[in-house]
Antibody, heavy 120, light 105 residues
Framework: EVQLVESGGGLVQPGRSLRLSCTTS????????MSWVRQAPGKGLEWVGF??????????EYAASVKGRFFISGDDSKSIVYLQMNSLKIEDTAVYYC???????????WGQGTLVTVSS | YELTQPLSVSVAPGQTANITCGGD??????VHWYRQEPGQAPVLVIY???NRPSGIPERFSGSNSGNTATLTISGAQAGDEADYYC?????????FGGGTKLTVL
């Protein structure tokens, strides 16, 4: 059974950093592209970025709103994907989901989400 | 690339709801649809325009042509009330529509 479990959310001050983790199980981690998607309170879904599968080079892509501040990495030995968030802004407040991407770009598997609140 | 969805759609129980997703030449892209209930993670209901994952009722169907993709829910039930999002991949970016709140009344 595919499982994705996010952790690491919490309250953080503007300008500070936070690292989220997504622990995966039930599939071969390196064979899939993994995304982070966020949802601000009362708002819609916003793609944050992803890390491609190993066969595609493990490269990353990011939304313009986070490019240069957020970084995604993966640990194949632990089957964990990370989201390093730097220079956090109040508008980064959201529930952050990790999701497994299919080769056809849809997301069948999602984690339960972790809440990040950026506030002084 | 932008995807445009109506903020809300209302449907009477047992009737058909159509939720649209507009985008430039979206008919040339693969569109995926998600359902989300409050406090829950999104659930995939349609992928690649018209395919249903296992466990999704046949009442859910999709189409995509020209500048509009459509999610159709036939025989709407109270349990179908949720937010629905469309999604495409474009120019190295995942794009989600703004979401549509479906009300069954």
């Amino acid at each position: 059974e595919v499982q994705l479990v996010e952790s690491g959310g919490g309250l953080v001050q503007p300008g500070r950093s936070l690292r989220l983790s997504c622990t995966t199980s039930g599939f071969s981690f390196g064979e899939y592209t993994m995304s982070w998607v966020r949802q601000a309170p009362g708002k819609g879904l916003e793609w944050v970025g992803f890390i491609r599968d190993k066969l595609s080079g493990g490269t990353t892509e990011y939304a313009a709103s986070v490019k240069g501040r957020f970084f995604i990495s993966g640990d194949d030995s632990k089957s964990i994907v990370y989201l390093q968030m730097n220079s956090l802004k109040i508008e980064d407040t959201a529930v952050y989901y990790c999701a497994r991407r299919s080769t056809s770009s849809f997301y069948k598997y999602w984690g339960q989400g972790t809440l990040v609140t950026v506030s002084s | 690339y932008e995807l445009t969805q109506p903020l809300s759609v209302s449907v009477a129980p047992g009737q058909t709801a159509n939720i649209t997703c507009g985008g430039d030449k979206i008919g040339y892209k693969s569109v995926h649809w998600y359902r989300q209930e409050p406090g829950q993670a999104p659930v995939l209901v349609i992928y690649r325009d018209r395919n249903r994952p296992s466990g999704i009722p046949e009442r859910f169907s999709g189409s995509n042509s020209g500048n509009t993709a459509t999610l159709t829910i036939s025989g709407a039930q109270a349990g179908d009330e949720a937010d629905y999002y469309c999604q495409v991949w474009d120019s190295s970016t995942e794009v989600f529509g703004g979401g549509t709140k479906l009300t069954v009344l």
